[in-house]
């Protein structure tokens, strides 16, 4: 019988091939691969008349074989490189483990449902790992590997609930937390997950509120059912809001603002027509004074004269008097 050996985290394991197995983060009587870029179920290996396939199970991060993405079903043979998110998976024809490799245990996943997850998971008749949700026990579903209907099994013994676990004192061997990513050091206090088997900080376990593996029944495990949850994850509330009115009444004609721009062109055309010919009177007055001291006609030039000033300066104050005293002077002039 072919051998598998296992390089992760610093260790070693090996692996002897009779049957199918079953390979991801939660693969139950599987290769175990405790790591984020795993998927739950990332590949399998089944026997066909001529040896051993593997075939990758829609992983999010893929199956790499001698650094190609593995496509479809590929036979294995001897010196088969095989990595599955940070592990590395080796193939040999081989019918025992070389010395000083330990045995990593596992089960065979043949036709038989296991609960897994939160769920069942259970074989196409193509080979292919599927899972499914507890309430589609006994219905069908569509297999996404080789497109046919295939029904989900009942679970071999009733459902239980999952007892919240305690962490445990002590960690006996070096792991890494899959929370935090940090090692447990030995002897250091830890969690395992009764339902995937993740190994985790107890602070990490009690701070996460259970496991952390996504589809895990064990998820939030130690939140207590039916309390109130934070604020923050529920849905906001749909409150009553004011109607607001929306005034469609058009806007009165800027009255003011005309009177303004009249009082301007009123005052510039008052000046042209009126201010400048008296003021131009008046200095044509004063000369014909000067030149002409003796003549009979200076008491009607200056009255002249005198009317043009007056009307010259009269016009002049009226509009100055009519820009300070209207309610859009300048702002200086409100003080």
Not at 119 to 126: D, E
Not at 180 to 202: M, N, S, V, Y
Not at 292 to 311: C, E, K, P, W
Request: proline share 8%; hydrophobic share 40%; glycine share 10%.
């Amino acid at each position: 019988m072919p051998t598998l050996i296992i390089e992760h985290a610093d260790q070693v394991h090996g692996v002897v091939l009779d049957g199918r197995l079953l390979i991801g983060r939660a693969a139950p009587g599987g290769i175990v691969i405790p790591d984020p870029a795993v998927s739950r179920i990332h590949a399998w290996i089944d026997r066909t008349a001529s040896g051993f396939y593997i075939a990758d199970a829609d992983s999010r991060t893929g199956t790499i074989l001698a650094d190609v993405p593995l496509r479809g079903r590929h036979t294995l043979v001897e010196g088969d490189v095989i990595r599955v998110g940070p592990a590395t998976i080796r193939y040999h024809d081989q019918t025992a483990l070389p010395e000083g490799i330990v045995r990593m245990p596992t089960a065979h996943a043949h036709d038989l449902a296991i609960s897994a997850a939160g769920g069942i998971l259970f074989a196409c008749t193509c080979g292919a790992p599927l899972w499914a949700p507890l309430e589609w026990e006994g219905r069908s579903g569509k297999c996404a590997h080789c497109g046919q209907r295939t029904p989900v099994p009942g679970l071999p013994r009733p459902r239980r609930p999952q007892a919240v676990p305690q962490p445990q004192r002590e960690s006996h061997e070096t792991q890494t937390c899959s929370i935090c990513q940090w090692k447990i050091e030995l002897g250091e206090p830890r969690t395992d997950c009764p339902t995937c088997g993740l190994t985790f900080h107890a602070e990490c376990w009690q701070e996460n509120k259970g496991c952390s593996a996504y589809g895990c029944a064990s998820v939030n495990a130690l939140v207590e059912k039916g309390s109130e949850t934070d604020a923050a994850s529920q849905p906001n509330a749909i409150t009553e809001v004011s109607p607001v009115i929306i005034d469609e009444t058009p806007e009165p004609f800027p009255v003011e603002m005309a009177l303004l721009g009249g009082s301007v062109v009123a005052s510039v055309i008052g000046l042209v027509a009126f201010g400048l010919p008296s003021l131009a009177v008046a200095v044509w007055g004063i000369i014909i004074a000067v030149k002409h001291r003796t003549d009979r006609r200076m008491g009607l030039i200056a009255g002249a004269v005198a009317f043009s000033l007056l009307g010259c300066g009269a016009g002049l104050w009226l509009s100055a008097f009519k820009w300070l005293h209207h309610p859009l002077a300048a702002p200086w002039q409100h003080g």
